[in-house]
T-cell receptor, first 114, second 114 residues
Framework: NAGVTQTPKFQVLKTGQSMTLQCAQDMNHEYMSWYRQDPGMGLRLIHYSVGAGITDQGEVPNGYNVSRSTTEDFPLRLLSAAPSQTSVYFC?????????????FGPGTRLTVL | GENVEQHPSTLSVQEGDSAVIKCTYSDSASNYFPWYKQELGKRPQLIIDIRSNVGEKKDQRIAVTLNKTAKHFSLHITETQPEDSAVYFCAASSRGTSYDKVIFGPGTSLSVIP
């Protein structure tokens, strides 16, 4: 199993550009989530999904969209990138609906918005 | 809204000494409390977790205690080793709009001095 994969590993955007961060898992996990990591602020939840077609907002959802059309994929879309979205983005998945099961993280995407 | 606080933000100990990291949470409905370790440049990985029906859990040199009344939980690492140096995150489950989610604390950077 590849586990949780993320693409790209690095990305540089200009303010106002849009892009999609890809996340996929091959463990048939129901629960998937997106976090951003900034120095001194830990991992902040952006959006999460408890199954195909079901998503919910996390702590910092503004400026980001998600959808879950399949169990395997959970892309994160930046509609109009801003410098404040410069961060490291982690995708994670777990077999349980977030309740008491290990979250497996992807390798991360480092995004810089100029 | 839901919040997880973590102290200290940085911790430096001599090899062989113990390290303690403390967290508090705000959602009284939280019932799952995982701890993650993140080495420099790598993804977070689960090291131990505890559920609300248990007051303490131990795994070799690592232990976690939970006080639901006071809404705080702690990570204890005994006989620390240089390879324990990393950032440690506590987390707590929290009720979202419709589903439970996992909220992380801001992290503790642990340095073990040989």
């Amino acid at each position: 199993n590849a586990g949780v994969t993320q693409t790209p590993k690095f990305q540089v955007l200009k303010t106002g550009q849009s892009m999609t961060l890809q996340c996929a898992q091959d463990m048939n996990h129901e629960y998937m989530s997106w976090y951003r990591q900034d120095p001194g602020m830990g991992l902040r939840l952006i959006h999460y999904s408890v199954g195909a077609g079901i998503t919910d907002q996390g702590e910092v959802p503004n400026g980001y969209n998600v959808s879950r059309s399949t169990t395997e994929d959970f892309p994160l879309r930046l509609l109009s990138a801003a410098p404040s979205q410069t961060s490291v983005y982690f995708c994670a998945s777990s077999s349980n609906r977030g309740l008491g099961d290990t979250q497996y993280f992807g390798p991360g995407t480092r995004l810089t918005v100029l | 809204g839901e919040n997880v606080e973590q102290h200290p933000s940085t911790l430096s100990v001599q090899e062989g000494d113990s390290a303690v990291i403390k967290c508090t949470y705000s959602d009284s409905a939280s019932n799952y409390f995982p701890w993650y370790k993140q080495e420099l440049g790598k993804r977070p990985q689960l090291i131990i977790d505890i559920r609300s029906n248990v007051g303490e859990k131990k795994d070799q040199r690592i232990a976690v205690t939970l006080n639901k009344t006071a809404k705080h939980f702690s990570l204890h690492i005994t006989e620390t080793q240089p390879e324990d140096s990393a950032v440690y995150f506590c987390a707590a489950s929290s009720r979202g709009t419709s589903y439970d989610k996992v909220i992380f604390g801001p992290g503790t950077s642990l340095s073990v001095i040989p």
